[in-house]
């Protein structure tokens, strides 16, 4: 079962730490739920830990964050447990970022048993001037390998991290997060490369983490699974949080995709009531299993919906005391939810005591709202989200319009939210330009560049957003100015400088321009739209009630690997994978790689693809050698 | 010379890392400088290195300052380097505050070469309801060793870190940085016990760090050299950034006092002109040697004074462009400082090319100000700090009159700056609460407390501090209401509310309370003093002309030890600090310790320090077996 030809993996995402830190009640949640799934990599002895991103929730994590985090990685990924698997692609391409640029567990310094690998999220990636992100502290201090990384805002070409454990060889691909539509357009205008080993090219297990939309939010604004290279075996999808862990087949690139979904609630939406999972990835040559391993620690999550005038029987608007009835009506939903709750978590310890509750009450129809202050008071002990049990909303024929066609009722609702949030900044930056004398002080930058900036700002607590962009706008009017050989009056030089700015407001150069500004400026990105889209991560399900129920949920799917070319691996001799020398190897800081040169795949058009396929998919090499043994309930 | 009895320690304080990381041409002076030490501590083979404090400038460190500091300790302190000393005390008390409460080197996981050991300083202190400091992420990681650590804020009791290399046992002390005001009481009220091993007593070194003002500032904002146990060798004294690092004897109580300086200039003022050092300190039984090492990479800072009415010969106010000549003569005067920065970097590649310049001008006695922009331009290229070369100054008879109280004028002009600042914010929580209708929403708020905890929000960027105080001030006053068993009506209970904060405002039992809510709330302090107590920090100096003329700075200064009890270190024989056993003692992580058993010792009164001396002070037992000898240069 667990031969030394199999890879056990853990794979998980979109850990937060740190959300809701400061919440008396829910504070803890992040790292209780962290250290049981570093917990569960060390039970279940698996070879590493694969993160897809997200694995802090604050760009900029807090103290006890970071600290926490530290505390749990130095805990369970280091000890004398031997690591038997070698890495065969070139460390100081997979991690040039790095100040040490080669895996944590063949740095002789450090004792690591267990290795995380990891992509960064929207959440944690990279900002400043030097392009470091949080998890890069932890790369720093040994602890994590933090691949996916690259420089170019542009084109994307990705080296695979080579592993071998017996005869499997994996060929690990990752992209840490890129702006939805950035990276849209990078695969629409071919300026994605992923690089595979020239050497037995299908004899690899083709492993891909990404941190994108899944969903579409808009023409640009997700990755279609189809932009996918079709010689990937298996798709780690972060990012989004519903738990849909079980491997997916794409019919027309036939990779599976697994979404493992978040390890914590952050938004009381349809979607983060589903079960929670990570999942215990076994791998042997080209074959596979994903086995769900459930969360014990989450905090239990009920959401229901109830809409008032469909039950003319208990009350009418126009009754007296219509209120307080419609008061006791909820109320009495929310007690069906705590004794549900406390029903499901009998006889499970590790689960919080105080479930979140949510009850989504349409109140059209003349019905009014009621103090749900008030109404909060009456749970604020059994509850762990008392402020905002109920949530009333009025717009029952659009709801179920939105339903049928299968989009979210709550995203539309939260969006004018971050919107007006959005305006407001906004406003204030254009209040502030109408009142300075434009032409004197402030000629150089543009509204809409200043209002980006303090975005920025607000949003990642990025301090150098402001200074930087004013910084690309001063090179960039100085070399306007130069190309125009203006006199070097001040009135000419004012006058030149109103032309240029003015010639671009409001157009789309413009948006374009100061884009690329923020972009380069800060080497990096504006995190804006990604932030928005964590709240509609989830809002892709239909709204309905989402009561967990998923009982079957520790039941193993088993999952037809495709095999293709997976006869392959036997042609790998046992002399070259030879475990004692695995072991040899681990302390070697400096390691002897057998480098595997490596070749440029671009995503091909469709028909190729296809074709492809056709040759190579097998479908009689199904496997599943670990079928129903689940081993690892405690 | 460095034989298998004598420790080597290399012994820095103050690296202030990140300091004006944002400046273009000083951005990377900290980094630099914490790198030249490190690499210093591995050519000289020293057996650890002890810190006093204040390693990071911020007490949130930015990312970048964080990573770079772990990045220079992965690189230096970590390797295959055996490490030959042992830790006799228990661990689980030296570092009772970490999650991993043992010496680094100890840990099985973590190949250390050269341990760190330091103490916190007052802007890298605790804060926070969790208490941590930045040094404690280093610590999480494995790459520090943070002792002095104390969670009490009304008495101190000291246990030592117990060191054993061959024959020589150093007991290690410290004392985190802690408001000096707070410490002073302790030290008066007999709050601070220093413990002592048991065992042969009198045969160990003892060795303790201290971050505190030890120069006079207002009646007990300073820690008296007098207040420190007498039965200390070696005090080294962090905080005060003038290097001073040759070791002065205290003739009252008899031990020495080593203030090796910051190694970055954080205040243009003659203090942080003098030539900068780190020590390489030896210890071998009772008797030490302190090796100056001239830190290379330090920016060249020249200052100079010039009293405009000193020279009728050249000017005077009546005279036409009398301004024009000024400027001449300040700009022939940074000119000449420029060549002299030139000439002492010849050779010296080490040395950062722009040095810092201040001239400050007495233009007193009728002369005016020029445009110091314009002055500044003429340097841009040559200085590193264009913008403040010159420093106007017009109170030459204060002037004066302080000098010969051997006070500094630059603080005195320095202190009504940060009173602005500090005024303002409080102006602002003023209005505040006339415009809020007081009895309403902010009954419960006194002005000055909202106005200590924006100030703590705004000098550490501590956003828990204006929660916390609301927290502690609602709990007081409903105690308050409980025990006066009030009747719960609201007109009740504002009357009583205001009759509550009326009877404390603007007492000093306001001011203590104050003061204990923050204190308690955060578990920890407020740091407005300390702040401000660095601009004042060099200020003990007459305001001299201190251009560097120490050349002789790397003639290592003979120390004599006192040698008290020194030769009762031969008691111990060699079979229990055999140097093999240590080394077999390294990786083992938990470590099977010969725990020293503690008593305590309360600081006496002075008869009985004096008596105590006079008992045992042997003069005759003077050692220096390393005079002379400085191999450290290159």
């Known amino acids: 079962q667990n031969d030394e030809d199999t890879f056990k993996i853990l794979i998980a995402t979109d850990i937060h730490l740190g959300y809701l830190e400061k919440d008396a009640i829910r504070g803890n949640d992040t790292f209780v739920t962290f250290d049981e799934i570093m917990k569960q990599a060390v039970q279940n002895e698996v070879d590493f830990v694969l993160l897809g991103g997200d694995l802090f929730h604050d760009n900029k994590p807090s103290r006890k964050t970071m600290h926490c985090c530290m505390e749990v990685m130095r ?176 019919e027309q690139q036939l990779f599976y995709v697994t979404q493992p979904g978040s390890s914590v609630i952050t938004s009381l939406s349809p979607g983060e009531a589903v079960k929670k999972h990570i999942g215990l990835l076994r791998v042997k040559g080209k074959k596979m299993n994903l086995q769900k391993i459930p969360l014990q620690t989450i905090r239990q999550f009920f959401i229901q919906d109830v809409t008032l005038s469909e039950h003319p029987d208990l009350f009418s608007p126009e009754q007296p005391n219509v209120m307080l009835k419609v008061m006791d009506f909820c109320q009495e939903k929310v007690e069906e939810m705590l004794e549900e709750a406390e029903r499901q978590r009998l006889g499970n310890s590790l689960t919080p005591e105080k479930p979140l509750i949510r009850l989504r009450v349409d109140y059209s129809g003349g019905f009014e709202v009621f103090n749900t202050m008030r109404f909060s008071q009456k749970f604020v002990d059994r509850v762990a989200n008392p402020k905002d049990i109920l949530h009333f909303i009025r717009h029952r024929e659009a709801k179920d319009n939105i339903k049928e066609e299968g989009m979210d009722f709550e995203a539309i609702l939260s969006h004018p939210t971050s919107e007006v949030l959005q305006l407001r900044v906004e406003d204030l930056v254009k209040e502030y330009f109408q009142k300075a004398e434009k032409n004197v002080q402030l000629s150089l930058l543009t509204e809409q560049g200043m209002g980006k900036a303090v975005q920025e700002f607000v949003d990642k607590e990025e301090k150098d957003a402001i200074e930087e962009l004013i910084k690309y706008q001063l090179e960039k009017t100085q070399r306007y100015l130069r190309e125009r050989r203006v006199e070097a009056t001040e009135e000419k030089i004012d006058e030149e400088i109103r032309q240029f700015r003015d010639s671009k407001r409001n157009t789309a150069e413009e948006d374009e321009e100061v884009q690329e500004a923020i972009i380069r400026a800060k080497a990096h990105r504006d995190r804006s739209d990604s932030v928005r889209d964590d709240d509609l991560n989830l809002s892709d399900e239909p709204a309905d009630i989402a009561v967990e129920s998923d009982e079957a949920s520790t039941s193993a799917p088993t999952i037809r690997g495709r095999g293709r070319g997976s006869r392959g691996t036997s042609r790998r001799g046992r002399e070259d994978s030879d475990s004692d020398e695995n072991v040899a190897f681990l302390k070697c800081s400096k390691p002897k790689q057998k480098l595997t040169s490596l070749s440029a795949s671009k995503r091909g058009s469709q028909s190729q693809s296809q074709s492809f396929k056709g040759v190579c998919f097998d479908d009689e090499d199904e496997f599943d050698p670990f079928k129903g043994s689940r081993p690892q309930r405690r």
Request: proline share 5%.
């Open 75 to 250: 805990k369970y990924c280091m000890g004398d447990r031997p690591i038997i698997f070698e890495i065969l692609s070139d460390q100081a391409v997979n991690f040039s970022h790095s100040k040490f640029p080669w895996v944590n567990y063949l740095d002789s310094n450090l004792n690591i048993s267990i290795p995380v690998f990891s992509v960064h999220g929207n959440h944690d990636d990279p900002t400043g001037a030097d392009g470091l992100c949080a998890i890069d502290l932890l790369s720093c201090a040994g602890l994590i390998n933090h691949f996916g990384r690259s420089r170019s805002v542009e084109k994307l070409e990705i080296s695979p991290v080579l592993l071998q454990k017996g005869n499997t060889r994996i060929a690990l691909y990752g992209i840490g997060s890129i702006p939805d539509e950035r990276l849209y357009r990078m695969f629409i205008n071919n300026q994605v490369t992923m690089l595979r080993p020239r050497e037995d090219e299908d004899g690899w297990f083709n492993l891909f983490v990404i941190h994108q939309n899944r969903s579409k939010h808009g023409a640009t604004n997700y990755i279609p699974e189809q932009f996918l290279d079709d010689f990937l075996d298996l798709v780690v999808w972060g990012h989004e949080h519903e738990c849909k862990i079980a491997p997916v087949r794409n």
